[in-house]
C-alpha cells in the first residue's frame, strides 16, 4: 500500500494505492449506459482471509463508523463463522462490498493480484471508498484481528466502479451509495421459514382445519402469524420459564410473550429445541389460548353476576354509533366437538390479559427425563382449571387494570410482573391442592385394597 499527498486545482487529495490479493473469477463488465459514462464495473470474488486494510476506505458510504456489535453485524459474523447453517455460502447470501476507484488493474506477472487506486480528498467526506457493505469489511476485519479460524472457501464478492467522470461525481457517488443501501430487508421469520426452521411446527398444525389461518412468513395470507404462534409457546414454555425459582430470587415470567412477539422469535432462534419439544401440544396450546379469551366474560358473569362486557379488560367490535357487533369475533382455534373447531362471539379478554393468564396455565406442563413433554393430567385437567379458576384470574386482571392509566392500559398490564406472578401462584396452588387430593384418593383406595385382603370389614 502506498499513499502520495498531491495538489490538484487547488485541492489537496491522497492517492492511495491498495493491493488486493486472491481475487478470483473476475469479469470486467460495460454496457451501453456505462460507456457513455465512461464508466466500467470490475466483478470477482475474495476468500475472507485475503482480506486486510480496507475498512479504513468508507468515506463514500451513508453508515460511518460501523457497530461491530449490532443486530447486522452479528448475523455478519455468524455467517461468515459457518454458524447460519449453510457452509462456505456467505456470498451467496450476501450482496457483498461495493467499492467507488480511480482505477483497478492487474499486476503484471500475476493471475490473483490486482491494485486498487483512490484519490481521496482530504474532506471529511471523501467520495471515493466503499459505498455499500461497510459493516462486512469491518467484521472482517475484527475477525481477522482476533486471528479468528475462517474457512479457506468463504468468499466476498466485490464491484468496483471506476471511470465516473469528474463532472459527475457529485451526482453519481451518492446516487450509487443510497441505492445500495436501501435495500428492504427481509424479515427474520421468513428467512427462518425458507430455512425449514418451522417445519418441526407446521407439521403439528397440518392435521387441524385452522393450519390455513397462520402465515409462516412476512406478508402471508392469514388472520395469524408466526409470531403469534411463538409467543403463544413461549408463554406456555417451562422450560425457558420454570415454574420453580430452585431459591434464586423472584420467578422470571414471559413478558415477552404479551409485550414483544419479536423478542419471541428471537428466543425461537436461539433456542428452537425447546420449542420443537413443545410442538406435540401445540394444538392444545393454541385451543386453551382460544378458550381463555372467548370465555373470560363468561366466567366473570357465572361467578359474580356481573357485565362482565363492561370490564376495561373486555374487547369487542364496534359500529360507528359505538353499539356492539354481536358475533362479530372468531376464535379459530378452539375445540368445540371431537371433530370441530372455531366459534363466534362478541367478546373477548384483551391481549395482555389473555397471555398473563395463559401463562400461569405452564404449571400443568411437564417435561419428563427423555425430554418429551406433557400436561399433567391431560388437556381435560387444564381445561377443568380454567373453568374453576377462570372468574378469580380475570378479577385480579380487573384490579390491576383499574389502577393503570386508560390510554396505557392495556401496555402495562402486560409488562406488569406482580400480575403475573400472582395468577401463576394461583394455579400453582391449584394444581397443588389436586395433588394433593389425589394422593389422599389414592391412599384411602390402597387402605381399602389392604382391608379387603386381611378380610376387615371395608368402611
Known amino acids: 500500500m502506498a499513499a502520495v499527498t498531491e495538489e490538484s486545482a487547488g485541492q489537496e487529495f491522497r492517492e492511495v494505492e491498495h493491493l488486493l490479493e486472491g481475487v478470483e473469477t473476475p469479469r470486467r463488465m460495460q454496457n451501453e449506459s456505462d460507456k457513455k459514462l465512461g464508466i466500467v464495473r470490475h466483478q470477482f470474488d475474495v476468500p475472507v482471509k485475503s482480506l486486510r486494510g480496507l475498512e479504513v476506505y468508507g468515506g463514500a458510504n451513508p453508515r460511518k463508523n460501523p457497530k461491530i456489535n449490532s443486530r447486522v453485524a452479528k448475523q455478519i459474523r455468524e455467517s461468515l463463522l459457518n454458524r447460519d447453517g449453510v457452509q462456505d455460502a456467505f456470498h451467496l447470501a450476501h450482496l457483498g462490498i461495493t467499492i467507488v476507484a480511480t482505477d ?6 500475476r493471475e490473483d493480484a490486482y491494485r486498487l487506486k483512490f484519490k481521496l480528498d482530504l474532506s471529511d467526506e471523501p467520495d471515493e471508498g466503499i459505498v455499500n457493505g461497510l459493516h462486512t469489511m469491518a467484521v472482517i476485519e475484527d ?10 472457501n468463504q468468499y466476498v464478492s466485490f464491484t468496483i466502479i471506476t471511470g465516473i467522470p469528474e463532472d459527475d461525481r457529485t451526482t453519481i457517488i ?9 435495500v428492504l430487508q427481509v424479515k427474520e421469520e421468513s428467512i427462518d421459514n425458507l430455512m425449514g426452521w418451522f417445519n418441526t411446527l407446521k407439521a403439528a398444525i397440518e392435521p387441524m382445519p385452522y393450519r390455513e389461518r397462520i402465515g409462516w412468513e412476512e406478508s402471508a395470507k392469514g388472520d395469524y402469524h408466526v409470531l403469534d404462534v411463538l409467543a403463544i409457546m413461549t408463554a406456555l414454555n417451562p422450560i425457558l420459564y420454570p415454574n ?3 431459591g434464586k ?4 415470567h414471559p413478558i415477552d410473550a404479551a409485550d414483544h412477539k419479536r423478542g419471541c422469535l428471537k428466543k425461537f432462534e436461539t433456542h428452537p429445541d425447546t420449542y420443537n419439544r413443545l410442538a406435540p401440544l401445540l394444538p392444545d396450546m393454541l385451543h386453551l389460548y382460544d378458550l381463555i379469551r372467548s370465555e373470560a366474560k363468561d366466567v366473570y358473569n357465572e361467578a359474580t353476576g356481573g357485565k362482565g362486557g363492561k370490564l376495561r379488560i373486555m374487547n369487542s367490535n364496534k359500529r360507528r354509533d359505538g353499539s356492539t357487533k354481536e358475533d362479530d369475533l372468531y376464535f379459530p382455534f378452539i375445540r368445540t366437538g371431537k371433530d370441530s373447531y372455531g366459534k363466534t362471539g362478541t367478546y373477548e379478554l384483551n391481549y395482555s390479559g389473555t397471555f398473563a393468564i395463559l401463562a400461569a396455565f405452564r404449571n400443568f406442563i411437564v417435561v419428563n427425563e427423555d425430554g418429551s413433554v406433557e400436561w399433567k393430567g ?18 385480579a386482571c380487573q384490579e390491576t387494570a383499574k389502577t393503570l392509566p386508560e390510554h396505557k392500559m392495556a401496555v402495562l398490564l402486560g409488562r406488569n410482573r406482580p400480575l403475573w406472578t400472582v ?27 389392604l382391608r379387603k385382603m386381611a378380610g376387615d370389614p371395608v368402611v
Not at 143 to 152: F, I
Not at 381 to 394: K, P, Q
Not at 423 to 449: F, G, M, N, P, S
Open 104 to 109: 483497478f488493474e492487474k499486476v503484471d506477472g
Open 143 to 152: 475477525l481477522l484481528r482476533e486471528e479468528v479460524e475462517l474457512s479457506p
Open 174 to 182: 451518492p446516487f450509487i451509495a443510497k441505492g445500495r443501501n436501501t
Open 244 to 246: 420453580e425459582n430452585g
Open 249 to 252: 430470587g423472584e420467578l422470571t
Open 378 to 395: 391431560g388437556i381435560e385437567a387444564v381445561e377443568r382449571a380454567w373453568r374453576a379458576l377462570g372468574a378469580e384470574l380475570v378479577i
Open 423 to 449: 395468577l401463576h401462584k394461583t394455579v400453582k396452588e391449584y394444581l397443588t391442592r389436586q395433588e394433593a387430593e389425589q394422593r389422599v384418593d389414592e391412599l384411602q383406595a390402597e387402605i381399602k385394597r
